[in-house]
């Protein structure tokens, strides 16, 4: 195993968690041990690892600055992994009170022999209430021969009251830039010759997480031996490295919403990963974006599209922000293989930003429209006509965005696919008598209901107004000022319609 083999034998080669290192090195040299750590941070960032090296360097007979010899006696016995006084435990597989009781009836006991009992209790929010109070007890008094080392990924899970009786080290994804060091060092090591593309597209995969990269540049060598190029990687990465993900980014940069479309339900059709393929195409709009913001293109990244500058300084950081925003908020997990989230985010763009349909001061004393509406009580003075009168939440909206919400609501419940069509995609141009009458800005989602969710719709409408409806449905223009089917903004694009004399921009 290559991880097993290049897992860092010392403080020095601990890769990418400089700010730990340095404080536990420091507090070694200068024997200001505690006796209870908290190791928390994504998987493979280096905490059991580091655990280990601290566990040696607490009992090593000839520490050199912080750092343990790894030669002596101690060093020795805890790399082999025969210490008596190193306690590894699982707390995924061991997390009950028993489990801690047995730590806190034994912990009394002398080292047997080493200076120090290190007991190292990985993911340690794995354990039960119980157990945590039996824990919490040991900390409180620990006697002066132990130390505790707790790792865990999931902070958020581990009680206060533990995280309080610890020194916590938060430890931090690997930089790109670090693992591709790191990889690099082991593949001169091991005679491999991996382009430095390849080993870029190994730690961007690994997410920060260095056992990750490891372990996926030995799974490259297992398949394609030691000199394979940047396509093998690809390949061995299952990462289609799609060109359609930078194609999916210019069409959005350049405002092809039919192009973006296609593309999409290609890469759907194809089977692809929806999910990465997502990430992938952000991916690719970050790369842009930092282009666009520094101004120059970013050297380590891989894509294409950003040898093409024109295409993203002429539009400036706002619409590729806005892309990756909207991308970010697509979410395959009900349904992996439905690419409606990925066009509903796509289709998203192509509706004119809030604060510029808000954006224009209030004509006469109205204030500006720009202030965060939910932060604002409701305010007193100068107030005319229906602002006065306007109650709040619920009376920012009209009774057709109501009824439209209620609806979406209804049918996303009854048809997850069908019902994400109504989501940001259409208006409720009139109910009357027994028809209904929705405006679509794209056709996608026009047909879409049309086709299969009428019924759906039909009964939904139904069900709110108390008679039966029928479903009339056209293509429209979305105004710049419509207000998107998100919480946060139509309810400030409301507030900001209702104050007199506040006019959206260009629509004087
Ligand atoms: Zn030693």
Redesign the pocket.
């Known amino acids: 195993m290559l991880y097993g083999k290049w897992r860092p034998r010392g403080f020095d080669e601990v890769v990418g968690q400089d700010h730990i290192i340095t404080t536990l090195r420091n507090a070694l040299a200068t024997s200001q041990v505690a006796h209870a750590y908290l190791f928390s941070g994504p998987r493979g960032t280096g905490k059991t690892t580091t655990a280990r090296i601290l566990a040696?360097a607490v009992n090593?007979?000839?520490?050199q600055a912080g750092e343990?010899?790894?030669?002596?006696r101690?060093?020795e016995a805890i790399r082999r992994g025969n210490a008596l006084d190193l306690i590894e435990m699982d707390a995924a597989s061991n997390r009950g009170i028993d489990d801690v009781r047995e730590i806190r009836d034994k912990i009394a006991f002398a080292p047997s022999d080493l200076r120090k009992k290190v007991y190292l209790l990985d993911e340690v929010h794995m354990l039960t209430g119980g157990a945590f109070n039996a824990l919490l007890k040991t900390l409180e008094e620990p006697p002066p021969h132990a130390i505790f080392i707790l790792a865990t990924t999931e902070l958020h899970d581990v009680p206060a009251t533990i995280i309080s009786r610890c020194q916590r080290y938060d430890f931090r994804r690997v930089a790109n830039e670090a693992v591709v060091r790191r990889l690099r060092f082991i593949c001169e090591q091991e005679g491999f010759k991996v382009p430095d593309q390849g080993l870029l597209q190994i730690a961007i995969q690994s997410r920060g997480g260095l056992r990750d990269a490891i372990t996926l540049l030995e799974q490259v060598v297992a398949r394609f031996g030691a000199n394979p190029g940047t396509d093998d990687v690809l390949v061995s990465l299952g990462l289609t490295h799609d060109a359609r993900s930078e194609a999916l980014a210019r069409a959005l940069v350049e405002d092809d919403l039919g192009q973006a479309l296609t593309l999409v339900r290609e890469v759907a059709d194809d089977g692809v990963d929806l999910t990465r393929f997502t990430r992938e195409t952000i991916d690719v709009l970050r790369d842009v974006l930092l282009q666009v913001v520094k101004g120059a293109p970013n050297p380590a990244s891989e894509h294409r599209l950003l040898g093409d500058s024109a295409i993203a300084s002429r539009r400036g950081p706002g619409p590729v922000a806005r892309a990756i925003e909207e991308l970010a908020k697509a979410d395959f997990r009900q349904d992996p293989g439905n690419p409606v989230p990925l066009e509903v985010a796509c289709a998203s763009l192509f509706i004119a930003p809030v604060v510029q349909a808000v954006a224009a001061p209030a004509a006469n004393g109205g204030g500006p429209a720009r202030e965060p509406a939910g932060q604002r009580p409701a305010r007193p003075g100068p107030a005319t006509g229906d602002a006065a009168q306007k109650p709040g939440r619920e009376g920012d909206v009209s009774p057709e965005e109501r009824f439209l919400r209620d609806l979406y609501g209804r049918c996303s419940t009854a048809d997850f696919k069908l019902g994400a069509h109504l989501n940001g995609s259409c208006e409720v141009l009139s109910i009357e008598g027994d028809t209904l009458e929705m405006g679509f800005f794209f056709r996608p989602s026009m047909e879409k209901i049309q086709n299969e969710g009428r019924t759906l719709v039909e009964q939904q409408a139904e069900a709110i107004l108390g008679r039966p409806m029928r479903l009339s449905v056209k293509l429209v223009e979305r105004k710049a000022a419509a207000p998107r089917q998100r919480p946060k903004s139509g309810h400030l694009v409301q507030t900001a319609r209702s104050i007199p004399g506040a006019v959206p921009i260009g629509k004087e």
């Open positions: 040696r090593c007979e000839a520490l343990p010899c790894n030669v002596c101690a060093c």
